[in-house]
């Protein structure tokens, strides 16, 4: 899914709810269970959406966000009770922009964990 005209027939894909609006759009891959799908990750006035090119959409109400790890300066793994979407983009702007919208939204209250973070508290307890 290298071509934009790819991406933006995700983007016409997705029907917005009565009253959503979408904020910004990125290019990204989801990981699951170790297996990447390329797609494109869009952040609306309500949810955090990843949908691929077979147009399997998974989305995460902002509100409903429990946790926001930052795996690395390219990767977030976002948790919900009931999903986890961990997404790789091209680069760290692409996922500081996506944190950076999310912390803006008053619904947002997750708890956030940085790598570093982690592994001190690891290192800690040992």
């Known amino acids: ?3 934009a005209t790819d991406l933006a027939r995700l ?9 959503e609006s ?8 989801r990981v699951t ?9 869009m952040l609306t006035s309500w949810r955090l959406i990843f949908i691929d090119d077979a147009e399997q959409l998974s989305a ?3 509100g409903k966000i429990d946790e926001v790890v930052t795996v690395s300066a390219t990767r977030l ?12 983009f091209d680069g760290p702007a ?12 008053p619904k947002f209250a997750a708890r956030e964990v940085g790598r570093m973070c982690d592994l001190m508290m690891h290192c800690a307890s040992l």
Not at 22 to 29: C, Q
Not at 33 to 41: A, E, K, Q, T, Y
Not at 77 to 88: E, H, K, P
């Open 60 to 62: 995460i109400p902002i």
């Open 94 to 105: 692409a996922a500081g922009a996506v944190l950076n919208l999310l912390r803006q939204d």
């Open 33 to 41: 269970s170790g297996v990447g799908r390329l797609g494109l990750v």
């Open 11 to 19: 983007r016409r894909s997705l029907t917005l709810f009565e009253g």
């Open 1 to 3: 899914m290298d071509c």
């Open 22 to 29: 979408l904020l910004e759009g990125w290019a990204a891959e």
């Open 77 to 88: 793994a976002i948790r919900a009770w009931y999903d986890r979407m961990d997404l790789v």
